[in-house]
T-cell receptor
C-alpha cells in the first residue's frame, strides 16, 4: 500500500484564495517533504519538515506536521495562476532508515485567473 | 549549480529498438534515482544508486538496464520495450537518501 495518500485528489480555486492539501502516511518518519510538478515536467522540491517540527514556512507556503496523526498539510496562501500544478508529499520508505522516498498520490491544483 | 539534466527530452522507439536515456548532475550527490511516471500518477521508483553501486532495484523488468559510469552520470538502457512502458522517465539525485531530491525535466518516452 502507498505510504502517502493525499486529499483532495483535485482542487480548483480562484486566484487570491488559499489552497490546502493534506497528506497521510503510515509509518514513523524522520521527515516529510512536499514537491510540485508542473504538467509533464520534473518535480521541484518545496519544503522539508522534520519529525521534531510542527510547522514550517517558506514564502506563501505553510506546512504542518502532526506525527501523532501521521498527517501533514500544505497551505498555499494568496494563490496565483502560476501555482497551477500537481503537489506531492514524500516520506522515507518503510520508516526511518530506508534509502528512498515514497510519493503520495498527489493533489492536482487548478488556480483560475 | 542545482541542476539535473536529462537527454533526450522526447524519445519514440519501436519494440525492437535499443536506446539509452542519460542523466547528469554536478552537485556531488551520492545517490541517484530513476523513476517512471504515468499520467496523473505519482513517480514510481525504479532504481537507486549509491556511490555508483546499484542499491535498490524495484523488481524492474530486465528490458530496463541501469548504469552508473561515474558519480555524475546515470544511464538507463532500453531494449525490447512494450507499449505499456510509455511514460515520463525522471532522474533525480540527492546528498542523503532521505533528503531533498533534485529532479531532471524528464524524458517523455513513447513505445510503438
Amino acid at each position: 500500500s502507498q505510504q502517502g495518500e493525499e486529499d483532495p485528489q483535485a482542487l480548483s480555486i480562484q486566484e487570491g484564495e488559499n489552497a490546502t492539501m493534506n497528506c497521510s502516511y503510515k509509518t514513523s518518519i524522520n521527515n516529510l517533504q512536499w514537491y510540485r510538478q508542473n504538467s509533464g515536467r520534473g518535480l521541484v522540491h518545496l519544503i522539508l519538515i522534520r519529525s521534531n517540527e510542527r510547522e514550517k514556512h517558506s514564502g506563501r507556503l505553510r506546512v504542518t506536521l502532526d506525527t501523532s496523526k501521521k498527517s501533514s498539510s500544505l497551505l498555499i496562501t494568496a494563490s496565483r495562476a502560476a501555482d497551477t500544478a500537481s503537489y506531492f508529499c514524500a516520506t522515507p520508505r518503510g520508516g526511518t532508515g530506508r534509502r528512498a522516498l515514497t510519493f503520495g498520490s498527489g493533489t492536482r491544483l487548478q488556480v483560475q485567473p | 549549480d542545482t541542476e539535473v539534466t536529462q537527454t533526450p527530452k522526447h524519445l519514440v522507439m519501436g519494440m525492437t529498438n535499443k536506446k539509452s536515456l542519460k542523466c547528469e548532475q554536478h552537485m556531488g550527490h551520492r545517490a541517484m534515482y530513476w523513476y517512471k511516471q504515468k499520467a496523473k500518477k505519482p513517480p514510481e521508483l525504479m532504481f537507486v544508486y549509491s556511490y555508483e553501486k546499484l542499491s535498490i532495484n524495484e523488481s524492474v523488468p530486465s528490458r530496463f538496464s541501469p548504469e552508473c559510469p561515474n558519480s555524475s552520470l546515470l544511464n538507463l538502457h532500453l531494449h525490447a520495450l512494450q507499449p505499456e512502458d510509455s511514460a515520463l522517465y525522471l532522474c533525480a539525485s540527492s546528498q542523503g537518501f532521505q533528503e531533498t531530491q533534485y529532479f531532471g525535466p524528464g524524458t517523455r518516452l513513447l513505445v510503438l
